[in-house]
């Protein structure tokens, strides 16, 4: 993009520019109702967002993800006899780069959780001795006994008996946090360093989609039916014996662009993306936050759900907390009325409509445990659900989750020149026009040097341009006949009126 010397069109004679390609349509996002986190964790969440200068929002979601995460398979919510859910929650952040996405979610990921990581290891090393010790002792036994046979065999006897087997697969230092999301790797953790369960972390969580299949065809169809807390059967090459692990269950924080949502929702509806509870607020002014996040507090509060264990057995089992008896009705309304909603919705979001009441059961869960660790006192952990925080999740899912769910699978549903239009009128907003000459957009340097996603080639860089000419924020550039230094066929003049429209429309 350049000045042009030669073409210094009067304002006046360009239309007004078709702003609603800055948003197409998007809605508008819900607010987030922070009364349903307490008076402890408002203020907290409060408190950190202001100190991260970026939405509430984006301070709550990796919140409430790590708290499914530490509850983990201790705790799982039951409705009635036949249905349970696990804690775990699937949370993605979306918004541009400089939202601040990655600011609030530091408090918790960058400050809080490295220190729950701490002191989850304080007596992994003696554990790692004694092991080392058993398996040496279980070495040197079996090497006795075969001692034992040979004299045994020499002498005419019969051979003693093998000594006990043991497993001396070496045990892995207890983690919350995961960013290695194999399969194999995943279940290996599971079913040695996490029983709880783990914290899925990804920064771009189209990364971690598209590499589902990437070393097993069926990978993302296994983690779909891993939402639900099954048991999962780990084939090991060094042993002759697999292991099961009872409950395969993991939570998931991370975050993505809008302009990569068409990406994540390529695929053909399978339920993966159902199960994913977005979080898109709209960008807030930038103001420094003086006051730091309370992270001492923070790491307290959240250390109590870490130190919730499994119940004694073999295997060991979650325990599970019932839903308190005069919440039952209003589950059984709620998931009638998120049927009907569902009959009437279309696409992603029908399938959004049909996880509502689990999600709801689960966020109930987890909104008990999060008042919980922020009361002062010794009060024991909850052992029911009760009809307040099932209220509360209910409130959570129609009246915030499911509207950011048809703002994101809107706007990943807008046709592709739509959206391809939308990410180059924002680059062209980022770009400082000049003030007294006309502003040359070159439809070859954007595709070659703008970087943007989506516009590698030729054709889709047509589109966008087309659309944006029909909104009136280009006009193809006139072509002088004959030599000299005229327009290539390639460029535009960009409408003028643009200079000091900002990106929020």
């Not at 892995?172 to 399969?183: E, G, M």
């Not at 302009?259 to 420094?288: Q, T, Y």
């Not at 979001?349 to 966020?363: D, N």
Request: charged share 25%; aromatic share 8%.
């Amino acid at each position: 993009m350049a000045a042009n010397p030669d073409f210094d069109d009067p304002i006046t004679l360009w239309p007004q520019p078709d702003l609603g390609v800055l948003r197409n349509n998007r809605r508008e996002p819900p607010v987030f109702p922070i009364e349903v986190c307490e008076r402890e964790w408002s203020a907290w969440i409060l408190q950190a967002a202001k100190a991260a200068a970026c939405p509430v929002d984006y301070v709550m979601a990796p919140l409430i993800a790590s708290v499914s995460a530490l509850i983990g398979n201790a705790r799982w919510a039951q409705a009635t006899p036949g249905w349970a859910e696990p804690p775990h929650l699937w949370i993605c952040d979306v918004g541009d780069s400089g939202d601040g996405k990655s600011p609030g979610s530091d408090g918790i990921m960058r400050h809080v959780l490295p220190e729950i990581e701490r002191r989850m290891l304080r007596d992994f090393p003696d554990q790692l001795r004694e092991w080392r010790t058993t398996c040496e002792l279980s070495k040197a036994a079996e090497e006795k006994w075969k001692s034992d046979v040979r004299d045994a065999h020499k002498a005419g006897r019969a051979p003693p008996a093998p000594p006990s087997a043991m497993d001396c697969q070496e045990p892995q230092a207890p983690r919350l946090r995961q960013y290695d999301v194999t399969v194999e790797r995943v279940a290996s953790l599971l079913g040695t360093a996490a029983p709880k369960g783990l914290l899925i972390c990804r920064d771009e969580l189209v990364g971690w989609i598209d590499g589902m299949t990437a070393y097993n065809a069926a990978g993302r169809s296994f983690w779909v039916e891993s939402y639900g807390g099954r048991p999962f059967r780990v084939e090991r090459q060094k042993h002759p014996e697999p292991f099961v692990i009872p409950r395969f269950s993991v939570a998931v924080f991370g975050g993505t662009q809008p302009d990569k949502l068409a990406l994540l929702m390529r695929e053909a509806d399978d339920g993966l993306l159902a199960r994913m509870l977005w979080v898109w607020p709209s960008p807030i002014p930038f103001l420094l936050g003086r006051a730091p996040p309370g992270v001492d507090w923070a790491i307290t509060a959240l250390d109590r759900l870490r130190e919730l264990s499994l119940q004694p057995g073999d295997p060991p089992q979650p325990i599970m907390v019932r839903l308190d008896d005069p919440a039952i009705p209003l589950i059984e309304a709620f998931g009638q009325k998120m049927q009907l909603q569902q009959k009437a919705a279309g696409g992603l979001l029908r399938s959004a409509y049909g996880k509502a009441r689990g999600h709801a059961l689960r966020l109930a869960l987890n909104l008990e445990y999060l008042w919980w660790c922020g009361m002062d006192g010794m009060a024991p952990p909850p052992a029911r659900i009760s009809e307040k925080a099932f209220i509360a999740a209910a409130c959570l899912v129609e009246e915030f989750f499911i509207p950011m769910a048809e703002r994101v699978y809107g706007d990943a549903a807008l046709p592709e020149a739509d959206r391809l239009a939308t990410i180059v009128a924002r680059w062209i907003l980022d770009k400082r026009l000049p003030e007294k000459k006309s502003a040359i957009l070159n439809a070859r340097a954007l595709r070659r040097q703008s970087g943007l996603p989506g516009l590698r080639h030729a054709e889709k860089v047509k589109l966008a341009l087309d659309a944006l000419v029909d909104a009136d924020w280009l006009m193809p550039a006139p072509v002088r006949s004959g030599g000299g230094s005229g327009r290539k066929r390639d460029d535009y003049i960009i409408n003028p009126r643009l200079k000091g429209v900002s990106n929020a429309g």
